[in-house]
């Protein structure tokens, strides 16, 4: 496991910020979910409780990313066809957009999520042709998903975070460092809050945690953990998170420690642009087709 975090960030970090709790509809979906004979027509009825909930869910059920040869029309549809614990990452990952934009339209808040749903699918289709299982491509879906969710808490207090960014990432900083000396705080320790109120796998969030520390990360004994941030840093590299956010094509961390990055999963430089058409072909555009 990633060594914990240090308490004391997390106590500066959290100046003038506050962590959003799981709505009432996640708590009580959870809760039908876990008892000996959950019924599938009231988690429906949960989700649909929210059109606007409801409506993002079957959009994204129905994106190329789940290749689906016919689409779903409705909730109770969904839950069947995904089943109950593909249904709850996915909806929680959902009410987590609705939760942190809070009605925000700005450019950058929608480019935010773009690139978070961008991310979150390329992790769960590098998962998936790797062969690493369903559990672990959900996994890396709501990864991809939630790793910059912190971002969202920052922009909402500080709305010239974006071009903060932009002007430090052009002159090689790093991006805690950026955000601790101009906002007092990182998106990797906000991130790693809500994630853990939000009741993500301990591997999720000590990723989340971590994934601008790499070193951390690489020094790990636990390999699911290595994968995760591996899979999610390489998903980063092929959508171009950097750039599509803020308009810089340094990518220093890609740079640093991709060859790490591709040994852990056990691919070299060779196979991209094979996994770059296989994103083409469920949907995500990336470095190798644009």
């Keep these: 496991m990633v060594k914990p975090i240090d308490m004391s960030?997390?106590?500066?970090?959290?100046?003038?910020?506050?962590?959003?709790?799981?709505?009432?509809?996640?708590?009580?979906i959870k809760q039908e979910i876990e008892l000996e004979d959950p019924d599938i027509n009231t988690i429906a009825a949960l989700?649909?409780?929210?059109?606007?909930?409801?409506?993002?869910?079957l959009k994204v059920v129905n994106s190329a990313y789940f290749g689906l040869r016919?689409?779903?029309?409705?909730i109770e549809h969904a839950c069947k066809f995904l089943g109950l614990n593909r249904v709850i990452k996915l909806v929680t990952s959902v009410v987590l957009r609705f939760t942190l934009s809070d009605g925000r339209s700005d450019p950058f808040t929608l480019k935010l999520w773009n690139s978070a749903m961008n991310v979150g699918s390329a992790a769960m289709l590098i998962a998936q042709q790797l062969r690493l299982g369903s559990d672990c491509a959900d996994d890396c879906y709501s990864l991809g998903l939630f790793h910059n969710a912190g971002i969202s808490l920052i922009q909402a207090q500080f709305p010239d975070y974006a071009k903060v960014l932009k002007v430090g990432l052009s002159n090689q900083m790093l991006y805690t460092e950026i955000e601790q000396r101009y906002f007092h705080t990182n998106h990797e320790t906000l991130g790693y809050l809500i994630a853990q109120a939000w009741g993500l796998a301990p591997e999720i969030i000590n990723v989340i945690a971590n994934h601008h520390n790499p070193d951390a990360v690489l020094l790990s004994t636990d390999l699911y953990e290595k994968r995760?941030?591996?899979?999610?840093?390489?998903?980063e590299h092929l959508t171009g998170e950097e750039a599509s956010l803020f308009d810089v094509t340094l990518e220093q961390e890609w740079r640093q420690y991709g060859e790490a990055v591709l040994d852990i999963l056990e691919l070299d430089e060779?196979?991209?642009p094979d996994l770059g058409d296989y994103l083409l072909q469920n949907g995500v555009e990336n470095h190798y087709h644009r």
Excluded: C, H, W, Y
């Design 47 to 57: 989700i649909n409780m929210d059109i606007g909930i409801a409506g993002f869910t």
């Design 270 to 272: 060779m196979q991209m």
């Design 70 to 74: 016919r689409k779903i029309s409705s």
């Design 228 to 235: 995760l941030f591996a899979i999610l840093k390489l998903a």
């Design 9 to 28: 960030l997390v106590e500066n970090a959290l100046a003038g910020f506050t962590i959003p709790p799981q709505p009432d509809v996640l708590l009580r």
